[in-house]
C-alpha cells in the first residue's frame, strides 16, 4: 500500500516534469529558430535575480496565486471561470475609488475598500451564475462577454469621473495614511514586499480547509465530478454552481489589493492587467491544489520577471517568456492526461493480475 | 426516401424564407428610424463599407468555430489561430504579395488549429482548457517572432509591419454608379437597398468577396455533401459514427486543421484589409466575438452570418458620428417592442414582459439622451450576446456531442 502511494506521487511529479522539460526545449528551438542564441537566453534567465528582483518576484508570486485559488475554485466545481480578469479589473477599479474617497481613514479605509472588491468581484460573476443556473448560459461564452463588457465599463467610468495628468488617467490618490506598508529585507532601494500578500496566504489556507475539512468543500468537489450523483444525494447544484462562481469571483477581487495598498497607490497606468489569465494557467499547472498552484505561481513570476533581464544582456525579447508559459500549460494538461490514462491502464492490470491470481491456485 | 428528401427541402426552404422576411423587416425597420430621425449616415454606402470590413474578420471566425463544432470540438482557440494569421499574413504578402500573404495567414492559423487537435483528439485534453493555452501561445508566438523578425525590415518595428501590400480592389462599373444615385436619392428602403448594392460593388476587397463566398462554399460542403454528412455525424454521435466506418478520428482533425485556417484568413484580413498593416494584439478578441457570432446563428451558416454582420455593423459605428448611433438605439427599441408583441401573441406572457420592459428601457434612453458615449458602442456585441443567449439559449441547439472526449473504440 505505502508503495503504491510512493508511486502515485512519483506519477504526478511527473507531468510537472514533462512539463517543463517540454517547454525549455520548445522555446530553444524557438530562439534558435530566429537565430539567437539559446545559451545565452538560459544562462540569463537562471542567473540568481538581483535583491530587487527578488521582491518583485514574491509580489508578483502573491498575485497570481491568488488567481490561481480563484479558477481553482470554479475548476474544482466543473466551472470555467474564464472571467477572472474582467472580474479583477472591476473590482479593482471600484475598491480603488472608494479607497481613493476616503469615507473612512487608516486602517478601516483599508479593509471596507477590501471588502468593497470582493462584493464587486462576486457579484460581476455572479451574473454569469445566475445566467447559468437560470437560463442554462454557458459560464465560458457568459464570462468572456463580461469581461469585455468591464474592461469598457472601467474605461468609460475612468475617461469621465478619473484624475486627469498629463496624458495618463487614474482613479484618485490613497491617503498615506491608507496604504500598507512592507516589508524591506533587502536595502530600502531595492523595495517592499507587500503586507497585504498575507492574503495570498489566507486564501490558500482557507481554499484548503473549505475544500477538505467542510462539509462544503465536500459537497462543492462531489458537484464538480458528477451533478446527477450530487442531486442524488441532496445536494442543489444550482446552488453549488452560483455559490462557487460567486466566490471565485469574490476572491479573484482581491488579486491586486496588494499591489493597490502596497505600491500603486491609484487604479491607473500602473495596473496590471493580464493576471486572470496567468492564474488560470497556473491553476492548470498546479492541478488546482493549494502547493502545486503555489509552485506554479512562482514559476511564472520567476519568468515574468526575470524575463527583464533579457532586454539588457541578450537580443533575445522577453515576450519569449509568453511561449514558454503557454507551452509549460499545454504540455502539463496533455502529460497529466496521458499519465492518467497510463495509470488506470497500471491499475487495471493491478486488479486482474490480483482476480486472475487466487483462482490459478484454487485450478 | 423520396418523401424524406421533400420534407427537408421543404424546411431548408422555409427556413432561409424566414431568413429572408427578418432580413427585409430588418431594413424596412432601419429605413423608416433613418426617415424619421434624419440621419442618412445610418445606410450610408459608406458605413456599410465600413460594417463589411469589420464584418469580415468575424465572419472567418465564426466559420472556423462552426467547421470545429460541427465535428464536435469546441475551438476557443480561434483567438489564438488569428493572432498566428495576422502575424503569417504580414510575413508572406512583405516577401510574396498579398495572395501568398492569405495562404500564411491560412498555414499558420492551421499550425495553431493542428496543435489544438492534437491536444484534444489524440490526447483527450479538455477543449476549453487547451483553447485558453492556444490563444496564450499564439499571442506569445506572434509578439516574440515580430520582435524579434520584424524589427528589421522595412517599414517595420518591434510590434508592426506598416506598408504591406492589400489584395485587390473590385469595382463593377455599371452597378456601383446606377446604385450610387439611387442610394443618393434617400428614398424609403430602396435606397437602403442600393446602398447596400453600392457597397458591395464599388472597391469592395477580393479578400471580402472571398469570405464571404467561404460560407457558401461550407454551408454547402457541411450540409450537402456525403463528406459533410460524416462531419457533422462526428459531433452528433461519434460512437455511431464509428460503427458506420466513418473515422471519426480524421474528419475530426481536418475539421479542426480547417476551423484553424478560416481563423487565420480572418487575422490575415485585419492585417492587410481591415488596417494598414500588422501590429501586435490587433485582433483585440474577434476571435471570441466569432465564437459568440456562431452560437447567435445557432451553429448554422445563415445564423453565423446574421450574426457576423450584427457585430460588424455595430463594431464599425465606434468610427462613426454619435448620433447615428443614437438613432439606432430607437432601432433596439422597436424591434424589441415588436419581438415583444410577437411574443405576447404566441402567448409567451414572460417572456413578453421581460422583452418589453427592456424595449421601453431603450426607448426612454433613446428619448431623454442626444447622444450614447463611444465606449457603450463598443460594448454592444457583448452585451447583445449576453441577451441574445438568455433569452434563446432553450431554442439553440448545439451538436449534441460538442464539446465532450471522444475515444477510438469506444463504441458499444
Redesign the interface.
Known sequence: MNRFNLRAVGLSLLAPAIAIVLSIIVTTLVIAAVGSSPGEFWSTMFEMPKPRLRVDILNQTVMIYIAAIAAAIGFRMGLFNIGLEGQYTLASFAAATFAGAAYLSGFANVAASVLVALVVGGAWAGIAGILRTTRGVSEVIATIMLNSIAITLVGYFLNNYGVKEGNSVHTKNLDPGSTVGGFSPFEDRDGEIWALGLIAVLVGVGFWVLLNKTRFGFDLRASGQSESAALASGINPKRMILISMVLSGAVAGLIWMPALFGGARNYGTSFQAGLGFLGIAVALLGRNRPLGMLFGALLFAFLSVKSNDLTFGTDVSPSIVQITQGVAVLAVVVTYEVVRRWRTRLEQRAVSRELAGPTEVTA | MSTATVQKRGIVERVSKSWLYIGLIGIGLVSFVRIITDTNDLTAAGTIRAAIIATCPILAAALGGLWAERAGVVN?GLEGQMILGTWGAAFFTYHYGPWVGILGAALLGLIGGL?HAI?TIS????H???G??????????A???A???FSDYEGGG?RQLNGLEAPAQITIPGVSDLAKDIADQHWFFVSDVAAFIQAMTTNISTLSLLIFALVVVSAVVLWRTSFGLRLRSCGENPQAAETLGVNVYRYKYIAVLISGALAGIGGGFLALVASSGFSTGQTG?RG?IG??AM?FGNWRPGGLLAGALTFGYTDSLRLRDTQSVHSLLLVVAIGLLAFAAWRAYRRQVRGAVTVAVVGVAVMAWFLLTDAV?R??T??TP??T??FV???G??RLRMPAADGAQYRRGSAG
Do not use: H, K, R
Open positions: 476557443i496543435l491536444a490526447f483527450g485534453v479538455d476549453i482548457v487547451s485558453v493555452a492556444i490563444n496564450l501561445i499564439g499571442a506569445g508566438v509578439t516574440y517572432l520582435e524579434a523578425i518591434p478578441g471570441y465564437l459568440a452560437i458615449p465606449e457603450f463598443v460594448m457583448y452585451v450576446t449576453l443567449l438568455a433569452l439559449a432553450q
